[in-house]
């Protein structure tokens, strides 16, 4: 729980009711690796964030799977617009490796914004990160090449990058498994 707590400190001042609050509203659980989390027939009123472990955000195409996001110890994870919005859409979430998460249910996240005005400005500010990462992503997919792609995909996962299966980072850039190896045997 110390780490859970830390991470909302980075952004604003944990009252010690606040504390309390979230103490009696999260979940401690670990899912195995492999492991669905979020199905895309589920409205997602789950957010879960990663104490220890990997998770990706994905979608599923032609029967393919196309990685969008990846989240690593000290981030949530959700399906953003279903848990937002509260409907379908498109995304599931699945363990990479064995993870340990705090699991917050979206009507708790209602209690805690309703209740404690801190919490409103803890979301603008750690939101802020995860829009800058959105538009670098897009410019990157846009205008960059392969090569391009993958040397920004490092240098944003740079602490995890080899924590994640190829076929899973060849999906995420949107360039097949076979150019993505001859991108790194280039290296």
């Not at 498109?90 to 705090?102: C, K, L, M, P, S």
């Amino acid at each position: 729980m110390i780490d859970f707590l830390k991470h909302f400190e980075r952004y604003i001042k944990v009252s010690d009711q606040l504390k309390e609050e979230l103490s009696k509203r999260v979940i401690f659980k670990t899912f195995a690796k492999g492991d669905i989390l979020h199905s895309a027939d589920r409205i997602c009123n789950k957010s879960y964030f990663i104490q220890k472990g990997l998770l990706r955000l994905y979608f599923l195409k032609d029967g393919k799977e196309i990685s969008e996001y990846f989240s690593c110890e000290g981030d949530w994870t959700n399906s953003p617009r279903s848990f937002i919005q509260q409907k379908l859409d498109i995304y599931y979430i699945d363990a990479i490796e064995q993870t340990d998460v705090y699991i917050l249910e979206v009507h708790d996240l209602v209690f805690l914004f309703n209740n404690f005005p801190e919490m409103e400005r803890y979301s603008r500010l750690s939101m802020g990160s995860t829009f800058g990462y959105l538009i670098e992503r897009i410019t990157s997919m846009r205008f960059t090449t392969a090569k391009e792609k993958y040397e920004h995909f490092c240098q944003v996962y740079q602490g995890i990058y080899h924590r994640i299966p190829l076929g899973m980072v060849a999906s995420y850039l949107g360039i097949t498994q076979e150019t993505l190896s001859r991108i790194r045997a280039e290296k």
